[in-house]
């Protein structure tokens, strides 16, 4: 097994360990440039085939079917484990502007993935808003390295309430950036 595939295994067995105790997600950068987003506690197993010489995983959902993922063509492939889950994919560049980007899926039900790009290190705050500008949920609010990130939304304010069906906001302020993007949550 190369060297590649035994950090992968690595990289899972972190994860999951990590993961066992809270809602995580894993987010799958495919190779056409799309991303995927999976419910850690919906698989029920990831193997690499050997065939494509482990360039290929499938991901096995307890819910049934199993998707078929094929990695990036890198030699860089990153891995970064939080509370807002586990990522996968091709490292890239250092983004030059502020990007919000939409969130996916839009609408949502029951969680949304937020991502962003920060050209710079510094504070960074991501909120949920209602309408009328009213805070729900506070998302992150912190300190962040420069590069992509991205938070999970659950569809919940803060007092942990389910939100009701409807339009929202997600605002991001990045020192002195503030971005806006529209987020449409049905039960």
Known sequence: MNNRILTIFMAIL???SICQA??????????????TTYDIKDINKMTFDPATDYKTMNIEKKTGGTDL??????????FTVNSTGFNAGQSRARPKQYILHQNY????????????DLPRSGQVEIKIIDVTGRLLRALFS??????????????????GELCSSGLYICQAKFEKATLVKKIMFVK
Do not use: C
Not at 69 to 78: F, R, Y
Not at 105 to 116: E, R
Not at 142 to 159: I, K, M, P
């Open 14 to 16: 972190v994860m999951l």
């Open 105 to 116: 899926p839009n609408p949502f039900n029951p969680v949304t993935t937020i991502a962003y």
């Open 69 to 78: 993922v094929t990695l990036p063509e890198t030699k860089n492939l990153t």
């Open 142 to 159: 912190g300190q962040q390295t420069a590069g992509s990130h991205s938070q999970v939304w659950d569809g919940r304010n803060e007092a």
């Open 22 to 35: 809270q809602t995580s997600f894993m987010h799958v950068n495919n190779k056409d440039g799309s991303k």
